[in-house]
């Protein structure tokens, strides 16, 4: 008998399965919690042996668990735990040690959610992290120093400041197309800024999930630091027990449903969504050069990305040697056979395999690839031409390994084409020419913008990245997601000197009172804006 009563069972036939079975016994065990570390229940001892040893991705976090680690994350904010500056500093360096001591394991799960290859992991995922992790350390003391702002005369004697306040507890979601950058990125600036966390990977890559659900509380403070296995079904009831910020990465339709149910309490957001990121190719570019970055760009991760170029504008004079090189290029990269490269992966699911799969085929013409194996979740690097404006692949966003290319004549029909659509997250230009660099840059609206090269601006721990209009709201990385997940309090400390002149604005009013304010107030719109005599 184990300690709930129950019948022994072999710990090979203890899966989630199994627990899901007994619900009622598991919310009762959640019942009994108080702010203190509660106990794990049997089954949730099963349930996290099953997944350290088996290395079996937990299905589910049950609805009473979510609101019992938010009332933990809540109840530890409170007692001011995270606030402290050493606090912080050294939950960012267990962020590091965590990635170092884990890489293979990381390596490992990518691998089997994603097929991805070992570069791509450590380039675009673990090392991201860590450089975000690295930087916000260096520099930690420097944000958490309140700001001094310019004073007036009224408040010479006085103090004015900006304080940066941690929000609170937040909510990190993150999208299954970069299943580890996506949620540890935020959580570096939610650490940074003082903040306790619960953290949603996605489901859909589940032994990442899994991973991150043992690593996390292994390496962070378990009572401020929380991860938690939900469907996408499931987060929009989650946001609405009341977070204190909401950080989501994903697709429009999921971002749409996160914002309603954020919106009903009221909940500030940060919405990071995928989009058609137009590419434009003008006719003065180094064609050889442009294909190698283009191609890297999409068919990374399989063109499973939210900053990947998902269509080519193409000059019409250079289009035909622009997919030659396009072709070459794929040829180096992954062979004659790509479904036998260790550098190309696989769909994520088979849902998102047959949805672009026939998006694929409901559009233009293949000049390269189109080879599809649904056993195996592979789609070859593909090439489309003849690609009308109006086909099923320039309707959606595409998130695989399909790249259409369409042909414009000039770089004002290019500029004509980007601002009928969406704004995009992204906008890449591919031009010898600095004046055609700058009018795309300057008569375009993008969440960023990158020439002669694709997807690097997103990783810049210096510049902020987010979307703008349907690609999202807000934005992060380095001190821009300190802030996001800061409140600039502002501050002003006064001394009770000076009352003969702050006194004029003090019933009863009388004219002469008026006057001598209107007139310091026009004195200040030539110098300041305000009304220095207040």
């Known amino acids: 008998m184990d300690l709930a009563g129950n019948a022994h069972v072999p710990l090979s036939l203890l899966h989630c399965d199994a627990l899901q079975e007994r619900p009622t016994e598991l919310r009762s065990s959640v019942k009994t919690v108080s702010s203190s570390p509660p106990s794990p229940s049997p089954c949730s001892w099963f349930k996290s042996l099953r997944r350290t040893r088996l290395g079996e991705p937990c299905l589910k976090t049950y609805p009473l668990q979510y609101e019992d680690l938010l009332k933990r994350a809540r109840v530890s904010f409170q007692a001011r735990r995270s606030i402290k500056e050493n606090f912080r500093l050294a939950q960012l360096e267990a962020v590091v040690r965590m990635l170092e001591e884990h890489e293979c394991d990381f390596v490992d799960v990518l691998r089997r959610d994603l097929h991805k290859p070992r ?25 958490m120093q309140p700001q001094q702002v310019e004073r007036n005369l009224s408040t010479t004697l006085d103090e004015c400041l900006m304080v940066n306040e941690p929000l609170g507890v937040v909510l990190v979601i993150g999208t299954w197309c970069s299943p580890v950058q996506m949620c540890l990125v935020p959580l570096v600036g939610a650490i940074a800024a003082g903040n306790c966390a619960i953290v949603s990977p996605s489901v859909c890559t589940a032994h990442t999930a899994a991973l991150l659900h043992r690593l996390i509380p292994s390496y962070l403070d378990n009572e401020c630091f929380h991860v938690i296995l939900a469907g996408i079904n499931d987060l929009a009831d989650i946001v609405e027990l009341k977070f204190d910020h909401v950080f989501f990465s994903g697709t429009r339709d999921e971002g749409i449903q996160i914002s309603q149910a954020a919106a009903q309490c009221l909940t500030p957001i940060t919405l990071v969504l995928g989009g058609k990121n137009p590419c434009y190719v003008d006719q003065h570019c180094d064609v050889t050069v442009t294909a190698q970055r283009i191609a890297w760009a999409r068919f990374h991760n399989s063109g499973q990305s939210l900053v990947a170029p998902d269509y080519i504008l193409c000059h019409s004079d250079v289009k035909t040697r622009l997919v030659q090189a396009l072709k070459c290029c794929l040829m180096r990269f992954y062979g004659s056979d790509p479904r036998e ?79 009928k659509q969406e704004k995009p997250l992204c906008v890449y230009v591919y031009s010898n020419s600095s004046k055609v660099i700058s009018s795309v840059m300057s008569e375009t609206t993008s969440g960023s913008f990158c020439s002669n090269d694709s997807a690097l601006q997103s990783l810049i721990v210096t510049l902020p990245f987010g979307g703008v209009g349907g690609s999202g709201t807000g934005s992060y990385h380095g001190r821009y997601s300190f802030d996001t997940f800061s409140h600039r309090k502002s501050c002003l400390l006064r001394s009770t000197r000076l009352e003969c002149v702050t006194s004029l604005r003090y019933p009863p009013y009388d004219e002469r009172n008026l006057s001598l304010m209107t007139w310091a107030s026009s004195l200040s719109w030539k110098s300041q804006g305000w009304c220095q005599i207040l």
Do not use: C
């Not at 673990?126 to 350390?137: D, F, G, H, M």
């Not at 395999?353 to 233009?364: A, C, E, M, V």
């Not at 390269?368 to 109006?390: N, Q, R």
């Open 341 to 419: 490269s260790s550098s190309f992966g696989r769909m994520v699911n088979l849902e998102s395999f047959n949805r672009t799969k026939d998006l694929l085929w409901r559009s233009g013409k293949v000049a390269l690839g189109g080879k599809v194996t649904e056993a195996e979740k592979y789609i070859a690097p593909t090439i489309l031409t003849e690609v009308d404006e109006s086909d099923p692949i320039m309707q959606h966003d595409i998130f695989g390994p399909v790249l259409p290319v369409l042909s414009v004549n000039n770089v004002d029909e290019t500029i004509a084409f980007i601002n």
């Open 119 to 143: 570069f791509e992991t450590v380039v675009s995922e673990l090392l991201l992290v860590k450089n975000e992790a690295l930087y916000a350390i260096s520099n930690l003391r420097k944000w």
